[in-house]
């Protein structure tokens, strides 16, 4: 009967890590889901009528400076 015993202080332990894992998941996707009241959203530019759309955004300059060597 001591095995008994063993194996479920193992199944606590583990429940007991994949509960604080699971915690710690859901507390480091919470402070992401509220937004900053500080950042202003910028409306979409609306789609040009002859197509294409492209245009150099500060995002975009942002990523080509990212990607240089």
Same mark, same amino acid.
């Given at each position: 009967?001591?095995?008994?015993?063993?194996?479920?202080?193992?199944? $606590?332990?583990?429940?007991? &890590?994949? /509960?604080? *894992?699971?915690?710690?998941?859901?507390?480091?996707? +919470?402070?992401?889901?509220? !937004?900053?009241?500080?950042?202003?959203? $910028?409306?979409?530019?609306? &789609?040009? /009528?002859? *197509?294409?759309?492209?245009?150099?955004?500060?995002? +975009?300059?942002?990523?080509? !400076?990212?990607?240089?060597?």
């Amino acid at each position: 009967m001591g095995s008994t015993s063993t194996k479920l202080s193992r199944r $606590t332990m583990f429940a007991g &890590a994949g /509960a604080v *894992g699971a915690v710690a998941v859901v507390t480091s996707l +919470v402070p992401s889901a509220h !937004k900053d009241p500080s950042v202003t959203d $910028t409306p979409a530019r609306p &789609a040009p /009528a002859r *197509g294409g759309g492209y245009s150099l955004s500060e995002h +975009v300059k942002q990523y080509y !400076k990212t990607t240089r060597i």
